[in-house]
């Protein structure tokens, strides 16, 4: 009888382990997704500014300012400070290609993690 006890427990044991690890993989899943989406949100928004830069357009359209003042703003970059109607087009694509390489550089770190 105690074998099969500290089978239970050791099953138990092994279970509850499998449980963690999974959860663990699903997060950090979801991290990299999340990721990789606002790597692409920020690509739309730069091409919508390289349009504008070879449309040689000189004002950044409200509604598109707003977007980078926003997510900038998320992301904590100083360029999320500035209103909306003080933005330029160069001062937005630097500042979303300084926030993308930040992600680029941490996604590249999460998947060196999981090559180790």
Excluded: F, K
């Excluded at 449980?19 to 692409?40: F, G, T």
């Excluded at 001062?91 to 180790?116: F, R």
Aim: hydrophobic share 40%.
């Amino acid at each position: 009888m105690p074998r099969t006890l500290g089978s239970g427990r050791m099953i138990e044991q092994t279970s509850v382990q499998i449980s963690a690890l999974r959860e663990r993989w699903h997060a950090e899943r979801e991290l990299r997704y999340a990721r990789r989406n606002r790597i692409r949100h920020i690509d739309r928004l730069l091409d919508e500014l390289e349009m504008l830069n070879i449309a040689e357009e000189t004002q950044l359209p409200a509604d598109l300012a707003l977007r980078v003042q926003r997510l900038t703003a998320e992301m904590e970059h100083p360029l999320g400070n500035r209103a909306p109607e003080d933005l330029t087009i160069a001062d937005s694509m630097d500042a979303l290609y300084d926030l993308q390489d930040g992600l680029m550089l941490t996604l590249e770190g999460v998947q060196d993690e999981e090559e180790a």
